[in-house]
């Protein structure tokens, strides 16, 4: 039953719909916080759609749901952006460049959403300067002999044979 098609319901029972679809907006908006990015964007689609649905909530009730269901969705792609670069750091010092390469291109991605859903430019910056941190490390060891330490290749001593 929605509240568009009862146009003729009691006062109370009318008020008992508008109370539930809040909820259910609600509920969606408290599962966000903690989503990754893709099911944080899935249940802002399922948001819209609810607030799309019920036509008699208030309209200061929408533009809070949906403020707090932006928000939430750009803490979700901000964490992703920093989960993905602390794993390229990782990779960077391991060197393994593809994989890093790989994470450092994800993150940029969850940090241009984030961008877009209004991220702060301090978090551009601290991302900026982290992505050049990670493409800067790694690479440094060398495995094996080199010509400025070559492998030590003078026989033991026979007395410290042993």
Partial sequence: MTIASHATLPRDA??????????ECNRLVQSMRTAPPEEAARLKTLLDENLKHYKQLPLAFKRDMLAAARACECFANTRAADAA???????AREDDVPE????????RGFANKAMTLGADAAFRAVLNRKIEIIM???GVEQ???TLAKPRYAA??????VG
Avoid: T
């Fill in 14 to 23: 009318e008020q008992k719909l508008i109370d539930g679809a809040k909820a």
């Fill in 85 to 91: 670069l602390n794993a390229a750091m990782v990779k």
């Fill in 100 to 107: 890093r390469n790989r994470l450092v291109g994800q993150a």
């Fill in 136 to 138: 800067l490390s790694g």
């Fill in 143 to 145: 495995k094996g002999p």
């Fill in 155 to 160: 026989p033991r001593m026979p007395s410290r």
